[in-house]
């Protein structure tokens, strides 16, 4: 089983749709949750941290399931400009390769006018 | 606020050479961690790097290493190269006291010919 595993996509989506991505990874005991944004051809950056009781910043609403191991994000009223690949990003448990980032195969995002 | 940095943008290079690419983090950071992203993939951690140590290490070969500055800039160098290591290659900066969050440089990307 892969560390971090995400939808496979592509998802094509409408302005103005509510889009819904998910995540799972394989270590219970990893400690630190994120999404990244990567646009095509350069650097991911960070999106949104992910917190056990949820978070929401804007359009985009982060979610942890510790028992299920499930990561989502989901993005209200898509734009145009939200058209990116979306990473799920994993932080190991604590110990040797702590401060490593584990990322998924990204999942991509294609928002049509 | 100067953000990572990596040089040289693009790299063309043929097998069995070697290659040596560059990182200056971002302003204040002193946590240097270097990741390679195949097409179509996420990012891969290879190592990280700080007060001139590597501390962190993923699941790369030895051809892999690297070297961190005083001055908390690094460099990666990949000896004897194979086609398999065309690929992104990231610098991502961090605080030593917030390792996870980490901040990538635009990237090289390396050709193997």
């Known amino acids: 089983r892969k560390e971090v595993e995400q939808d496979p996509g592509p998802f094509n989506v409408p302005e103005g749709a509510t889009v819904a991505f998910n995540c799972t990874y394989s270590?219970?005991?990893?400690?630190?949750f994120f999404w990244y944004r990567q646009d095509c051809r350069k650097e991911p950056k960070l999106l949104m941290s992910?917190?056990?009781s949820g978070n929401e910043d804007g359009r985009f609403t982060a979610q942890l399931n510790r028992a299920s191991q499930y990561i989502s994000l989901l993005i209200r009223d898509s734009k145009l400009s939200d058209s990116a690949t979306y990473l799920c990003v994993v932080n190991p448990p604590r110990g040797a390769g702590s401060y490593q980032l584990t990322f998924g195969k990204g999942t991509k995002l294609s928002v049509i006018p | 606020d100067a953000g990572v940095t990596q040089s040289p943008t693009h790299l063309i290079k043929t097998r069995g050479q070697q290659v040596t690419l560059r990182c200056s983090p971002k302003s204040g950071h002193d946590t240097v961690s270097w990741y390679q992203q195949a097409l179509g993939q996420g990012p891969q951690f290879i190592f990280q790097y700080y007060e001139e140590e590597e501390r962190q290490r993923g699941n790369f070969p030895d051809r892999f290493s690297g070297h961190q500055f005083p001055n908390y800039s690094s460099e990666l160098n990949v000896n004897a190269l194979l086609l398999g290591d065309s690929a992104l290659y990231l610098c991502a900066s961090s605080l030593r006291t917030k390792k996870v969050e980490q901040f990538f440089g635009p990237g090289t990307r390396l050709t193997v010919l």
């Open positions: 270590n219970s005991a990893s400690q630190s």
């Open positions: 992910v917190y056990s």
